[in-house]
């Protein structure tokens, strides 16, 4: 042990190198991130794994999720996210 926190869906796991992309375009729509969502390109799973952290810290600190599914929806269409605040993402 190197004193490493490491965090994963075990239905869904692996190691990846610094460099590498991704291109498995799986997981909770909820939690996924825009690259991910919007299935195109290989992805930074660094980055990504950054944003479903970020999810679950706005779930644990407000008791909420931060999208409602017709935004996530909405973005497959736009690639434009908007939260319950008025929150907006583009990607």
């Given at each position: 042990?190197?004193?490493?926190?490491?965090?994963?869906?075990?239905?869904?796991?692996?190691?990846?190198?610094?460099?590498?992309?991704?291109?498995?375009?799986?997981?909770?729509?909820?939690?996924?991130?825009?690259?991910?969502?919007a299935?195109?390109?290989?992805?930074?799973?660094?980055?990504?794994?950054?944003?479903?952290?970020?999810?679950?810290?706005?779930?644990?600190?407000?008791?909420?999720?931060?999208?409602?599914?017709?935004?996530?929806?909405?973005?497959?269409?736009?690639?434009?996210?908007?939260?319950?605040?008025?929150?907006?993402?583009?990607?």
């Open positions: 042990m190197n004193g490493t926190l490491k965090v994963a869906d075990f239905g869904f796991a692996r190691s990846v190198g610094d460099n590498e992309l991704c291109s498995t375009y799986c997981g909770s729509t909820v939690y996924a991130a825009p690259e991910i969502l299935a195109k390109d290989a992805y930074d799973p660094f980055l990504a794994d950054t944003w479903s952290c970020g999810i679950v810290l706005y779930i644990m600190f407000t008791a909420k999720m931060p999208f409602s599914r017709e935004n996530l929806n909405l973005f497959l269409k736009t690639k434009r996210v908007e939260g319950k605040d008025d929150v907006i993402m583009s990607h």
